[in-house]
């Protein structure tokens, strides 16, 4: 029994190495920290919704492969054993019973030479339809881009918060050692020790509790990424953040003039309405004749139970059959169906055009949003850095006071409590600034990287 559990644990664990040595993901866990580059370009790869989206792609690929080959001639053979039993009528027009078989060979061919344009329209249909496709591909790949550029900045802005609150237990700590030592010469109170390490120790907690957001945002963005673990993975800190002001910017009339162009979700409705349109004219094809070439070959064995019959090779040799044909078929009547086909498809239209500018309006509507937004933002940004240095200008003059005695504890906290916000407000409104500068950047047609 022991000798079998020892075999077992070795085989898990032979078994666990390999696909840890097999993982696709472990080994980009490793290295440097990743870049935002690096980041988009793992999400794009590996996200779910932009593989479904690639095999939607595939999937009007084939569409179009369809309606290409259209245009070529099938071929078909055909092969038919038949057996007849009892009475049936002869050549003179008496009834006899007899038993007889027959064995029938075919091979035949349709060519399509006119099918009222259907063929055509259908293959630019497909055509076009590919094209909308590959274009909801680029627009499920700028959306995953712009998740992991949001995610990524989060990550950048909690990191910056556990250094403020670093600062924090730092500036906390040397207090508690001045004031210790003050206690040591009999300058302090114990009360006075005991509060200093009380601060101590809730700034370590707040800076606990920080670090547990930083590791929730890297989850986050790891989750985004398709990795099976945020262990092992950290982003790459860039050394500055660059904002500029958005008065060399331009407006949002602007930028739409120049998105309406270029963004994929407009470009695939435009593709679906020229699809549409084309699709009218596949169901107008009804209303035209059809002209087809077919031809083939056959042969064929009879044989008769009680007749003498010519041997299978050569009734095979001596039935050969060669035939070529031209088949027109003119539409008369078929139930209105034509015409309700045609009417279908031109509701089919309008309804695209509904969408084609429902699209352009949220589009609009989308960048106003975001122009407003960053503007806002940089405001916000200008504003709270005044009220960082002012904060910071009040905190050193009241950590003086504090040294020298002539203010007390609670007024130091207050001090240091009044700071530690607005910093975390200044980076907050910091990187909320350029967010918004990179989705506004986006739409003008700039990459988010």
């Not at 559990?5 to 696909?19: G, N, P, R």
């Not at 609150?165 to 010469?185: G, H, P, W, Y």
């Not at 998105?259 to 994929?264: D, K």
């Amino acid at each position: 029994m022991k000798y079998r559990t020892l075999v077992c644990t070795l085989y898990l664990t032979l078994c666990t190495f390999t696909i840890a040595k097999s993982s696709p993901y472990l080994g980009e866990l490793e290295g440097e920290p990743w870049s935002l580059r690096q980041c988009i370009e793992h999400a794009l790869e590996h996200n779910i919704s932009v593989k479904q989206q690639a095999m939607a792609v595939e999937n009007s690929k084939v569409s179009l492969s369809t309606a290409l080959n259209s245009r070529l001639p099938s071929l078909n053979a055909s092969a038919s054993q038949s057996f007849n039993f009892g009475r049936g009528q002869t050549i003179d027009g008496t009834y006899v019973n007899r038993n007889t078989q027959n064995t029938g060979f075919n091979l035949g061919t349709d060519i399509p030479l006119f099918t009222g344009f259907q063929i055509p329209n259908n293959i630019a249909a497909r055509r076009l339809d590919h094209q909308a496709a590959l274009a909801d591909l680029q627009r499920a790949r700028e959306n995953v881009a712009l998740q992991i550029t949001g995610s990524y900045l989060d990550v950048l802005y909690q990191k910056e918060l556990v250094g403020v609150q670093e600062q924090q237990v730092k500036l906390s700590q040397v207090q508690l050692d001045r004031i210790e030592k003050l206690f040591r010469n009999g300058k302090q109170s114990e009360a006075d020790v005991a509060q200093a390490r009380s601060v101590v120790a809730n700034d370590q907690l707040q800076l606990t509790q920080q670090q547990n957001q930083l590791r929730l945002a890297l989850l986050e963005l790891s989750q985004l990424l398709e990795l099976p673990t945020p262990e092992g993975f950290d982003i790459d800190e860039p050394s500055e953040v660059h904002l500029s002001a958005l008065g060399t910017q331009l407006s949002a009339a602007d930028i739409y003039a120049i998105a309406v162009g270029e963004r994929p979700q407009i470009q695939a409705e435009r593709l679906r309405l020229q699809s549409a349109e084309r699709n009218v004219k596949i169901a107008q094809s009804g209303h035209y004749p059809t002209l087809s070439l077919n031809g083939g070959l056959s042969t064929g064995y009879y044989k008769t139970n009680g007749f003498a019959a010519d041997p299978f090779n050569r009734q095979m040799k001596n039935n050969f059959n060669k035939y070529i044909g031209l088949n027109l078929s003119i539409p008369i009547f078929n139930r209105f169906q034509t015409r309700n086909q045609v009417r279908q498809a031109r509701l089919q239209v309008a309804n695209q055009q509904l969408a084609l500018e429902n699209t352009q309006k949220a589009l609009y509507k989308e960048i106003q949003q975001a122009w407003y937004n960053a503007q806002n933002a940089l405001r916000q940004m200008e504003s709270s850095s005044v009220a960082a240095e002012a904060a910071e200008a009040s905190f050193l003059l009241m950590q003086k006071k504090f040294e020298n005695g002539k203010a007390n504890s609670t007024e130091f906290e207050e001090a240091k409590t009044r700071h530690m916000r607005a910093q975390a407000d200044h980076l907050q409104a910091k990187y909320t600034a350029l967010f918004r500068q990179k989705i506004l950047r986006f739409y003008q047609g700039e990459p988010l990287y």
